[in-house]
């Protein structure tokens, strides 16, 4: 039975939370929050943002850049490191993601300039935004600053549902303030803002959505809208507004979204707004509350967070100490301090998603577009899950730290599936699922949350819901809309995966290979699921399910051997090379090839043996002249940029050969991950590839879908605590370094360990690992073929 829900505060809950389960306390100089630099993935495609915002928070107050086009944001992030002009302080954003944006939401702008001519009829961002340099930046945990070349300063700290800034205005000039109520990153459908001068107050929202929507129609609408207000410590001594291309100087309100056109992407020209001046050379502070639900919630939540008499320091203060306690969770001895910055940024990076999404007093928006309340042991609504990437290591590593959130999380996807007729969406955004990518990476996520301690939600009426998805095809599963990117179906094609037991080239999926491969990780994680919830006869269903990859390998693929390949409906191969991507999402059929993670032993044995398969990795990750082969390499290398890899350097573990994952991890984490912008190989992915990071400086890995199993490659650092879910654990590595990946011995616990994996016991109940690492491979450690890393094959009958 449900008891009635009663506020916490989420911040405070967040800290209590975490320091009841031992997380230490560091001094300022030396602390993980120090350590952190914002800045790292807003280059070469990260797409990060360094804006300020607390672990897992609804605000995130970041700044948007521009290239020089209204109606494009210079990254989906909405900061791009080469980018030097910012065009405002948006309230929300993503991190890592790819497409176009989304969010982005309310930009606040600072101008020192008249207003002449209607900000949205500024198409090329060339007379309302403003120059900036580095050199006049400063991005920290819950803090971000700049001198703008208008002669502006803009401070910028959070809350979780809230957030506070200084605008600081030269003497001299005009001081204006920007409210650019319709300008979300890729546009809105409506919008509305209201000024009061008597109190001081701006107030307004914006209906927006549209995330991927250029790529399909399926995608081109909305589906949630933000409320916020706004108070200000200083008089308003001018106001104004806009709508589209009329300005109305002395105007306090206006509305009117920017539509989506007929393409996708918000036309030039459209919007509305309004602005506020203030005295030359005043500074001023602005606190603001943001809500989901309704503009009175957003009220109740700034007076919860940050009410009048805050100010930014105190508010700077606490987000500090918000991300010390969080970060602190894992506690890193040793190393150079750009592999602590680098370290702790990940794990950063990894806590920016998913957000908070109820209010202060338990109420949020939910897929049904109506208003919901949290009860039972759930203490917060969660949003943004980007399914396919973070089920295969960003979740555990939440969860394992911080099990409640992961529980939370848990539930909030099921409460998105039961608003959602049932539907478990791949990638949901704030209160709509936006269908992107491939699979039905829900069940993995499920599987992986309760794996690494998250038991604090109702896993049996989720496994229930699951259950009936893979097994009951809807009418999505069998449509197009949206196909490819955005299919819209839970399950794609589900009726072929009942029928043929596969899903064929021609489908209703992004990619048949592709999603078979997917497919049969969500059965295996779905047979987890039923062996938690004591349901024998569906553990063995859908664990022959997952077997049904083999159906898609063709031995004969091509004379050098086979390969995982399209297939069509009557069992006919088409033609291939292992270059191609057709059936497979942002991959080739030679990196797909390795993606069956939880019969690793059954895929190689289709390949003709552990040696054989050891063979073809080298290949796929080195050149011909044996240089590493990483990323960028060709189709026929590997690319640790993007998810469809990342797992595959583990899998030596398998071979008898793990000093090789230890050297491929060390290249990795030594090359493609560094404290610079461009420090991070590809889309963060919502705190995906950071997460993988994480565990790889760590020298562990959840290979396994839904399984606390941890693969073992060699730690970074000579001394780490974990404080997990289960128990402390404890790493040691007295000689760790850069330079120094290979494992010579290992214990556990006191006593020597030969295998290069560990079993659940650590995850669950804690542990004292220590490493003896040297330059040179130990080849025999780890060699024994008894010894390898756990498969789960179909049973037998």
């Given amino acids: 039975m449900s008891r009635p829900f009663r506020p916490i505060p989420l911040v405070a809950m967040l800290i209590s939370l975490l320091a009841s389960s031992g997380a230490m306390t560091q001094d300022a100089a030396s602390s993980p929050a120090s350590a952190v630099n914002p800045l790292i993935g807003s280059s070469n495609g990260g797409n990060t943002f360094?804006?300020?915002?607390?672990?897992?928070?609804?605000?995130?107050?970041?700044?948007?850049?521009?290239?020089?086009?209204h109606n494009?944001?210079?990254?989906?992030?909405?900061?791009?490191?080469?980018?030097?002009?910012?065009?405002?302080?948006?309230?929300?954003?993503?991190?890592?993601?790819?497409?176009?944006?989304?969010?982005?939401?309310?930009?606040?702008?600072?101008?020192?300039?008249?207003?002449?001519?209607?900000?949205?009829?500024?198409?090329?961002?060339?007379?309302?935004?403003?120059?900036?340099?580095?050199?006049?930046?400063?991005?920290?945990?819950?803090?971000?600053?700049?001198?703008?070349?208008?002669?502006?300063?803009?401070?910028?700290?959070?809350?979780?549902?809230?957030?506070?800034?200084?605008?600081?205005?030269?003497a001299g000039k005009p001081a204006n303030l920007l409210i650019r109520a319709s300008d979300?990153?890729?546009?809105?459908?409506?919008?509305?803002?209201?000024?009061?001068?008597?109190?001081?107050?701006?107030t307004g929202a914006v209906t927006s959505g549209n995330f991927c929507g250029y790529l399909a129609k399926a995608d081109q609408r909305s589906?949630?809208?933000?409320?916020?207000?706004?108070?200000?410590?200083?008089?308003?001594?001018?106001?104004?507004?806009?709508?589209?291309?009329?300005v109305h100087p002395g105007g306090s309100s206006a509305r009117g979204g920017t539509?989506?056109?007929?393409?996708?992407?918000?036309?030039?020209?459209?919007?509305?707004?309004?602005?506020?001046?203030?005295?030359?050379?005043?500074?001023?502070?602005?606190r603001v509350g943001i809500s989901y639900?309704?503009?009175?919630?957003?009220?109740?939540?700034?007076?919860?967070?940050?009410?009048?008499?805050?100010?930014?320091?105190?508010?700077?203060?606490?987000?500090?100490?918000?991300?010390?306690?969080?970060?602190?969770?894992?506690?890193?001895?040793?190393?150079?301090?750009?592999?602590?910055?680098?370290?702790?940024?990940?794990?950063?990076?990894?806590?920016?998603?998913?957000n908070v999404y109820s209010d202060v007093n338990g109420e949020y928006r939910g897929f049904d577009q109506q208003t919901h309340r949290i009860d039972g042991t759930q203490r917060a609504q969660y949003a943004n899950f980007s399914g396919w990437d973070i089920y295969r290591s960003h979740l555990q590593l939440v969860t394992w730290l911080q099990p409640q959130i992961g529980s939370d999380i848990a539930q909030s996807f099921f409460h998105q599936a039961q608003q959602n007729h049932g539907e478990w969406d791949r990638w949901t955004h704030n209160s709509g699922g936006t269908h992107v990518m491939s699979g039905d990476p829900a069940v993995p996520a499920l599987a992986d949350i309760v794996a690494f301690g998250g038991h604090g939600f109702d896993l049996r009426g989720a496994y229930d819901s699951l259950l009936k998805a893979a097994t009951v095809p809807t009418a999505n599963d069998l449509s197009d809309d949206g196909c490819n990117v955005e299919c819209v179906g839970q399950r794609p094609s589900l009726d072929q995966w009942l029928s043929l037991h596969y899903i064929a080239a021609k489908s209703h999926a992004w990619g048949g290979a592709g999603e078979t491969l997917e497919q049969a990780s969500a059965d295996f994680a779905l047979s987890e699921l039923a062996r938690r919830v004591g349901d024998g006869d569906n553990q063995r269903r859908f664990l022959t399910r997952a077997g049904y990859w083999r159906n898609l390998f063709n031995p004969h693929a091509t004379p050098q051997g086979g390969y995982i390949q399209n297939r069509n409906a009557d069992g006919s191969w088409?033609?291939?090379?292992?270059?191609?991507?057709?059936?497979?999402?942002?991959?080739?059929?030679?990196?797909?090839?390795?993606?069956?993670?939880?019969?690793?032993?059954?895929?190689?044995?289709?390949?003709?043996?552990?040696?054989?398969?050891?063979?073809?990795?080298?290949?796929?990750?080195?050149?011909?002249?044996?240089?590493?082969?990483?990323?960028?390499?060709?189709?026929?290398?590997?690319?640790?940029?993007?998810?469809?890899?990342?797992?595959?350097?583990?899998?030596?573990?398998?071979?008898?050969?793990?000093?090789?994952?230890q050297e491929t991890v060390r290249a990795v984490v030594n090359t493609l991950w560094k404290n610079t912008p461009d420090g991070i190989p590809g889309?963060?992915?919502?705190?995906?590839?950071?997460?993988?990071?994480?565990?790889?400086?760590?020298?562990?890995?959840?290979?396994?879908?839904?399984?606390?199993?941890?693969?073992?490659?060699?730690?970074?650092?000579?001394?780490?605590?974990?404080?997990?879910?289960?128990?402390?654990?404890?790493?040691?590595?007295?000689?760790?370094?850069?330079?120094?990946?290979?494992?010579?011995?290992?214990?556990?616990?006191?006593?020597?360990?030969?295998?290069?994996?560990?079993?659940?016991?650590?995850?669950?109940?804690?542990?004292?690992?220590?490493?003896?690492?040297?330059?040179?491979?130990?080849?025999?450690w780890g060699h024994d073929d008894a010894g390898a890393p756990p498969s789960f094959p179909p049973p037998h009958d």
């Fill in 293 to 354: 639900v309704s503009l009175a919630n957003a009220r109740a939540n700034l007076q919860a967070e940050i009410p009048a008499a805050t100010t930014l320091a105190q508010v700077r203060q606490r987000a500090h100490d918000a991300w010390n306690t969080a970060l602190g969770r894992i506690a890193v001895d040793g190393g150079t301090p750009d592999q602590r910055s680098t370290f702790y940024t990940a794990l950063y990076h990894v806590m920016m998603h998913p």
């Fill in 184 to 202: 979300s990153e890729v546009g809105s459908s409506a919008a509305d803002i209201r000024i009061d001068p008597a109190s001081r107050t701006v």
């Fill in 574 to 661: 088409p033609a291939f090379t292992p270059d191609t991507e057709d059936g497979f999402v942002e991959g080739s059929a030679s990196i797909y090839l390795w993606m069956v993670p939880f019969d690793v032993h059954g895929l190689f044995d289709t390949l003709g043996g552990r040696d054989k398969a050891s063979a073809r990795l080298d290949v796929f990750f080195r050149h011909q002249d044996g240089s590493w082969a990483l990323t960028n390499a060709g189709p026929l290398h590997a690319e640790l940029n993007n998810e469809p890899s990342v797992a595959t350097p583990w899998l030596y573990d398998y071979a008898g050969q793990p000093w090789k994952t």
């Fill in 683 to 780: 889309n963060d992915d919502l705190g995906e590839m950071s997460s993988w990071y994480v565990w790889a400086a760590l020298g562990l890995y959840p290979e396994i879908p839904g399984r606390a199993e941890l693969l073992l490659g060699s730690p970074l650092f000579p001394h780490a605590v974990v404080h997990g879910s289960g128990g402390e654990v404890s790493i040691d590595a007295p000689a760790a370094s850069s330079s120094t990946p290979y494992v010579q011995a290992l214990s556990v616990d006191g006593r020597a360990h030969e295998h290069p994996w560990l079993s659940p016991d650590l995850v669950e109940h804690g542990g004292q690992l220590r490493f003896s690492l040297g330059t040179i491979p130990n080849t025999q």
């Fill in 50 to 69: 360094p804006g300020a915002l607390l672990p897992f928070g609804m605000l995130q107050w970041s700044p948007e850049n521009t290239r020089g086009k």
């Fill in 72 to 170: 494009r944001t210079a990254a989906p992030g909405g900061y791009l490191y080469s980018a030097p002009r910012i065009r405002g302080f948006s309230l929300t954003h993503l991190s890592g993601t790819g497409c176009a944006g989304a969010s982005g939401d309310v930009p606040f702008m600072p101008i020192t300039t008249a207003i002449p001519i209607s900000p949205s009829a500024d198409d090329k961002d060339s007379y309302y935004a403003s120059d900036f340099r580095h050199t006049d930046e400063h991005a920290a945990a819950g803090y971000y600053q700049v001198q703008l070349a208008n002669g502006a300063d803009v401070q910028l700290s959070a809350a979780m549902h809230s957030g506070m800034a200084s605008f600081g205005f030269p």
């Fill in 259 to 286: 539509s989506y056109a007929a393409k996708g992407f918000p036309p030039l020209g459209k919007g509305s707004g309004a602005w506020v001046g203030f005295a030359p050379g005043s500074t001023v502070q602005a």
């Fill in 223 to 246: 589906y949630y809208t933000l409320y916020f207000v706004a108070e200000f410590d200083q008089p308003f001594i001018r106001t104004g507004s806009w709508q589209d291309a009329r």
